[in-house]
């Protein structure tokens, strides 16, 4: 007699909406990623003066890409067990509003101080919505269709870095430079009406006391660690006490976070997950590529539209290729991992990933169009089978009723990992640049001299104000900027071939097939999923 099917634990109303719920997440998900890979592109334009742009410097610009990230990152993990607790419909609702508020703010800012500090406002609302979409798909699927889920949730992902580089191009062309921040405000709406009329509200319906001690340690130690790697890459410099001091304390108050966590009757996260393998490499691979990509796409936009005389559309339009890549095989990267394993798979994604990486060390001015396309290709796709194997064995690790927590794990490794690769790759960038350039600034006035060796961006500007005696300049810094970026990209092979080691040792192989096996770790407990016409609790499907 064949084994008899696992009981449903997904209400039949929500079954069958389960596809449209998708849906619904990817929109939310989409403009949050959408958000920054626009600014990727509109970060030249910023950097113009007025009317053009504000006059952002290279400082400024880095500080409104990481505002967003410190409070993002400092508040994912609160934001996780909140949803948790509260409803995950709730803090999803809760941060698309704030994250449209930020938005629309953003796009009026007068001055650069306004649009970091409306990039912050985003940030919060954005530590809201992206644990709640992987949370709501937990609780939606049944196990053994989370991992196509998930894959076509991480293939959202490249859906908005092709979206968003060409938008913004086209934005740029047309309108004014906060039109990139104002185009979120009518997909926000959009995104609240389907939210409130499909998504249906889970939650652990067991909770127990909220462990304020740690949700408190949590969010201080990410915030000083978080801000000690954005001021060491804005200073180039990680030996400075004012970087030290808060990444050092960061780490202190995390390490008691862990210790308290370890001690208490009602933790916020169980700490005894890290202690498995898989679960561990899965969070550490995803710190480690995030690390070496975040880097590359700070500089690449710099390579692309300085160096290169592309425009912000022709930019957006070049990366393209990496896009593609993602959406076409994240969606069946399970299909891969069935046949070779997630550690076969994942490690191969990464040596893809680093191969891309390591390209960068050898372009120059007049690299062939093709060879950019067929390398931005290469990490789409290895992208693709690292994010989505990673992600489902990090959500399965745990119970299905801490999709909340596990979420925001998942999250707050990736930004952390790309916080210190804007960070560090970036003053790797700075630092090496600074270098070639200040032979060259002999002829610049003193007062504009330590201005002209901050980038690539202010060397071209200083240039273009001293007319026919700042041609010189011109060439040099192209030069500069790329024995720069060559050294940087070498960096950031390496530390992709340090995350392709780490899965290789650890993450399982491939799992012999065999007859319906029990749930396992991410199956136990139950956690109420309530539809919004009122149904609740689970059916068992005939």
């Known amino acids: 007699m064949s084994p008899q099917p696992a009981p449903s634990r997904v209400p039949e109303a929500v079954h069958r909406r389960r596809w449209a719920v998708l849906g619904v997440l990817m929109l939310s998900l989409l403009i949050v990623v959408l958000d920054n890979s626009i600014l990727n ?12 742009g504000i006059g952002a410097t290279q400082s400024e610009l880095e500080w409104s890409i990481n505002s967003y990230t410190l409070v993002f990152a400092g508040l994912l ?9 509260l409803g995950r419909k709730k803090v999803l609702l809760f941060g698309i509003t704030v994250f449209g508020i930020g938005s629309a703010l953003a796009a009026f800012s007068d001055t650069p101080g306004e649009l970091v500090a409306y990039r912050a406002v985003m940030g919060l609302g954005a530590a809201f919505v992206m644990p709640a979409t ?38 740029l062309e047309h309108f004014w430079w906060g039109s990139i921040f104002l185009v979120n405000v009518p997909v926000v709406v959009l995104a609240l009406a389907l939210m409130l009329w499909l998504v249906p ?47 050092l304390g960061g780490l202190a108050v995390l390490a008691g976070f862990v210790l308290y966590e370890k001690r208490s009757d009602h933790p916020a996260i169980d700490m005894s997950y890290f202690r498995k393998p898989a679960f561990s490499a899965a969070v550490a691979a995803i710190a480690l590529v995030f690390f070496a990509l975040m880097g590359v796409t700070f500089f690449s936009a710099f390579y692309l539209q300085s160096v290169r005389g592309y425009s912000a559309l022709q930019s957006g339009l070049l990366i393209l290729p990496l896009a593609v890549a993602q959406m076409v095989f994240a969606p069946r990267a399970r299909l891969v991992v069935e046949r070779f394993g997630a550690k076969a798979v994942c490690t191969g994604g990464m040596l893809l990933v680093a191969l891309g990486l390591a390209a960068f060390a050898v372009f120059d001015a007049s690299t062939p169009v093709w060879v950019l396309e067929v390398v931005f290709f290469l990490q789409g796709a290895g992208m693709a089978h690292i994010m989505p194997p990673v992600t489902v064995s990090i959500m399965q690790a745990l119970p299905r009723e801490k999709a909340g927590s596990g979420s925001a794990i998942n999250n707050t490794f990736r930004q952390v990992g790309g916080a210190l690769g804007v960070a560090v790759l ?11 350039i200040e032979g060259h600034l002999g002829a610049v006035p003193a007062a504009l001299r330590a201005t002209a060796g901050e980038s690539v961006e202010a060397t071209l500007a200083v240039a273009e104000k001293l007319g026919p005696a700042g041609r010189d300049l011109v060439a040099p810094a192209y030069d500069a900027f790329l024995d720069a970026m060559h050294v940087t990209a070498i960096a950031s092979t390496v530390i992709a ?10 993450l399982p192989g491939r799992t012999p097939t065999g007859p319906a096996t029990t749930p396992g770790a991410g199956d136990t407990g139950r956690a109420s ?14």
């Open 41 to 52: 592109v509109a970060v030249r334009t910023i950097a113009a003066p007025a009317p053009t």
């Open 77 to 85: 993990f609160t934001s996780g067990l909140l949803g948790d607790r």
């Open 134 to 171: 992987l949370a709501v798909l937990m609780n939606v699927f049944e196990r053994d269709e989370q991992p196509k889920a998930i894959g076509i949730w991480a293939g959202s992902v490249g859906l908005a870095i092709a979206i968003g580089p060409i938008t913004g191009g086209v934005l």
């Open 201 to 247: 509200d889970s939650r652990d319906p067991a909770p127990g006391r909220i462990d304020i001690p740690g949700v408190l340690l949590s969010v201080v130690g990410l915030v000083l660690l978080v801000y000690g790697i954005i001021r060491g890459g804005e200073l180039a410099d990680f030996t400075d006490v004012t970087v030290l001091a808060p990444a």
């Open 426 to 436: 970036g003053s790797v960038l700075s630092s090496t640049y600074r270098g070639e």
């Open 497 to 506: 071939l340090a995350g392709a080691a780490v899965v290789a040792a650890f």
């Open 529 to 542: 999923v309530s539809a919004p016409g009122g149904e609740a609790g689970e059916s068992a499907r005939r």
